[in-house]
Structures are given as C-alpha cells and as structure tokens.
C-alpha cells in the first residue's frame, strides 16, 4: 500500500516564477493538507481540501492556492515567488472521520527560490 | 507567543539512555497531541497520537499529556542509534483540522 507520494522532490525557481506541486493521498485517504515547513522550524499549515473543495486556510497570502481532483489527489500552487518561499512543503493525507482525523505525511517537495 | 514551544536542543544521549522530549503551549482548547519522528530531508512519521490527559505506550515510546499544566511528554527508553531524528510535537483543536507544531527537537544518539 502506498502512502503519500509527492512529486516533484526538488525544486529551484527564481523569484517571481510561478510553480506547482502535486500530492496523490495514501489509499483511502480523502482528506489533503498542505503544510509549509522552513529550515529548522516545524511546519505551518497552508491549507485542507475535502471534497474538492478548501475547507480550512492558515496565515497565508492568496498567492498559495491549491486545488482536489476527484480521485483526491491536489496541487499546491504559489504565483509571484519570494526568496522566503524557499521551503520544505509537505503534503498530508487523511480520512475525515470528523475528530479522529489523523494526518499522515509525505516525502516534502523541497523548494528554492533564487 | 508561539502557540507551541519546544526546546529546539540538540540532544545528545548515549546508547540504551532514556530521552525525554517535551513541549508546552498555550491554547487550553487542544485536545489531541501527537508526536511525528522526522529523519534528514524526510517527511514526518506519525509516533503517537493522544485524546486529552493522561498516558500512552508503544514498545519503547511513551507519550504523556498533562492537560493542567499544558505540557505534554515523550519518553523513549532504551535509545537506539536509528532514533536519530527530529521529533515533532504536533497538536489540535477539536473541529479543527489543522495541526500546530512544535519546532521540533533534534536528537542524537551515540553508539
């Protein structure tokens, strides 16, 4: 059974580039979060897609968004890259079961911004 | 103030010592607490997962919540070379779907 897979595992673009990143959830996972982790700190949420739609946001500018496919996989999009941006960006995956959702990851896209 | 703090180390322990890891924070309204294991250039494994105060054990893990202090607890015993790691604690609130986590503490043990 595959857990989340994430492609592509690195990355380098230049400041004010667009990119996108791709997240497919392990088997019978329906839920996706993404999380952005910068060197040495832990990772701070982006946002969550369930059901195709993005159900939750943390403090982050409009130049991330993301979008769900129906087989639930999703995208990570960022418009406008900054030097800050460069980053570990790690996919989560869950199956909403309301409280007991629990949030498995996977490998991280590594992202430098020149 | 950060919503979770924890002692970002390094922490350096012989073979066979047993580890203590600990975060605090500040929200009363979380109430499940999780510990994630990240190695170099990896992303994090999920360890333990906790609901509200008391104690959880798994081989050589075990996790502490001690919901009136705001501190939760992980002990490794027997410290294992392959325990290397970052250890991430992570917790959230209930209806809410996004985790906080701690800075993480980077752990280093010593054959």
């Known amino acids: 059974d595959a857990g989340v897979t994430q492609s592509p595992t690195h990355l380098i673009k230049t400041r004010g580039q667009q990119v996108t990143l791709r997240c497919s959830p392990k088997?019978?996972?329906?839920?996706v979060s993404w999380y952005q982790q910068a060197l040495g700190q832990g990772p701070q949420f982006i946002f969550q897609?369930?059901?195709?739609?993005?159900?939750q946001r943390g403090n982050f500018p409009d130049r991330f968004s993301g979008h769900q496919f129906p087989n639930y996989s999703s995208e990570l999009n960022v418009n406008a890259l900054l030097l800050g941006d460069s980053a570990l960006y790690l996919c989560a995956s869950s199956f909403d079961r309301g409280s007991r959702e629990t949030q498995y990851f996977g490998p991280g896209t590594r992202l430098l911004v020149l | 103030q950060k919503e979770v703090e924890q002692d970002p180390g390094p922490l350096s322990v012989p073979e066979g010592a047993i580890v203590s890891l600990n975060c605090t924070y500040s929200?009363?309204?979380?109430?499940?607490f999780m510990w994630y294991r990240q190695y170099s250039r990896k992303g994090p494994e999920l360890l333990m997962y906790t609901y509200s105060s008391g104690n959880k054990e798994d081989g050589r893990f075990t996790a502490q919540v001690d919901k009136s202090s705001k501190y939760i607890s992980l002990f490794i015993r027997d410290s294992q070379p392959s325990d290397s790691a970052t250890y991430l604690c992570a917790m959230r609130r209930t209806g809410a779907n996004n985790l906080f986590f701690g800075t993480g503490t980077r752990l280093t043990v010593i054959p």
């Open positions: 088997s019978g996972h329906d839920t």
């Open positions: 929200n009363s309204a979380f109430q499940y």
């Open positions: 897609y369930y059901e195709e739609e993005e159900r």
